[in-house]
């Protein structure tokens, strides 16, 4: 077992770790790293640095080898946690990072897989009925996805197909990036060709045009194509909370700057919702604030209200999001724990109470691609993975290459 130093979408430095049979094949994961990341999520690293994390992982990787530890089952990968958190006892894994322990388990994954013969969605997988999650593609982004003077407040602009084929899903979401790009083109007269650190069109437009003209995409799309598809938004509304207000900096044309405390928050994206027939909506409040997101859900059972910074994957919030009804849907981001098993248990709660699981990128990606196996082996239903980027395209890629296997 090797851990050594690459680099993200972001130009970031990260961990990859590289496990080697005994059939000398070697597996290779690189870890990814969020921007607009949640306060409960563990440290990508150690807190003595990233040269910290990977001389741990070496020296855990040489203990492996010299004890002869073997993996066999996923559940094995408890041999390897137990090391870790016997070394490190802090609940955000700040001395060995989660970054480290989450591209070992996803390579001893990879490895265990290999030895049976078989793909790590397969590996995992437990029935003969393969399902490929539905993409949610990040069109057109703002918030701290992009530097720009003006930009969307809101973080992330969804497309959702609902085809029977990821191919179809896949294809709607690029002719809606397309749609979206010849239609700011026209209408943001000060877009600069820019991108956010996930491939989204960054405009400069307010957010509610913003919305209207994804709305007007979705429209225009379903009657071309006579197939299903939604939109929805990654608010992330953390990043701009300043503990007492929300500071909208591009509310709209006539009123660009605007502050709404919690109650005219909950109004305001109560109306976003109902206007632009949203069918998803993630974190349209700050992180902690449970109530807020309980009081929109029960005014929108139909919509999905997702936590992402409110959840971070983390079992414990999750038990506590199901006790206050605050949620329908939930982001699962292994890394945001930095354990898969961790992040197997949080999936798994989540289906317990009926609560849609969505597995999702970071915004600072790397080429790798287990999390579309992730997706696909435990059944995941939607995948958050963005629309064009070649680290995005990894993913996509590779699910277009399972469903081919079916
Ligand atoms: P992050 O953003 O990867 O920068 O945390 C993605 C998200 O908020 O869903
Ligand atoms: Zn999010």
């Known amino acids: 077992m090797v851990a050594k130093r690459v680099m993200n979408s972001r130009k970031e430095e990260t ?23 949640g306060k409960y999520e563990v440290n990508d ?29 996923f559940d094995d990968l408890n041999k390897v946690e137990k090391i870790v958190r016997e070394y490190d006892k802090s609940s955000n894994l700040e001395l060995v990072g989660g970054n480290s322990l989450y591209a070992l388990e996803c390579s001893l994954l990879k490895a265990m897989a290999h030895s049976y013969e078989v793909e790590p969605w397969k590996f995992l997988l437990r029935t003969n009925k393969i399902n490929v999650p539905m993409p949610l593609g990040n069109a057109i982004g703002g918030g701290m ?50 991108i956010t650190d996930e491939n989204a069109l960054a405009t400069t437009l307010d957010n509610e045009s913003t ?27 953390s990043g701009f909370w300043n503990r007492i207000k929300y500071t909208y900096l591009n509310f709209s ?33 700050y992180g902690d604030d449970f109530e807020s997101f309980a009081k929109l859900l029960s005014k929108n059972k139909q919509t999905l209200i997702c936590g992402d910074d409110l959840i971070c994957t983390n079992p414990d919030r999750l038990f506590e999001a199901i006790q206050k009804k605050s949620i ?8 945001q724990v930095g354990s898969l098993l961790v992040a197997k248990e949080a999936l798994d709660m989540a289906r317990k109470y ?52 079916c």
């Not at 790009?181 to 877009?191: G, N």
């Open 15 to 37: 961990i990859s770790v590289i496990v080697e049979t005994e059939d000398r094949k070697k597996f290779e994961t690189s870890a990814p790293s969020g921007k607009s990341k």
């Open 45 to 73: 690293f150690s807190n003595k640095g990233l040269t910290f994390s990977i001389d741990f992982v070496n020296v855990l990787g040489k203990k492996i080898a010299d004890e002869r530890i073997v993996f066999e089952t």
């Open 145 to 194: 996805h992009v530097k720009q003077d003006k930009k969307l407040d809101f973080q992330e602009m969804l497309f959702i197909p609902k085809t029977d084929k990821f191919f179809d899903a896949s294809f709607l979401n690029l002719q809606a990036y397309k749609e979206a790009k010849r239609l700011l083109k026209e209408k943001d007269k000060k877009w600069k060709s820019k």
């Open 211 to 237: 919305l209207k003209l994804m709305a007007q995409i979705r429209d225009d799309l379903r009657d071309k194509f006579k197939m299903k598809l939604e939109i929805g938004m990654d608010a992330a509304c």
């Open 253 to 285: 044309k006539e009123q660009p700057v605007k502050n709404l405390g919690k109650a005219e928050q909950l109004e305001y994206l109560d109306k976003l919702i109902k206007e632009n027939k949203l069918f998803y909506v993630e974190d349209p409040f």
């Open 328 to 335: 329908n849907s939930v982001i699962i981001k292994p890394n």
């Open 354 to 405: 009926d609560i849609v699981p969505i597995i999702s990128h970071r915004s600072g990606e790397t080429n790798d691609n287990i999390i579309a196996h992730l997706a696909v082996g435990w059944n995941i239903p939607y995948i958050k993975t963005g629309i064009t980027g070649e680290e995005r395209l990894a993913k996509i890629n590779e699910l277009l290459r399972i469903e081919r296997y």
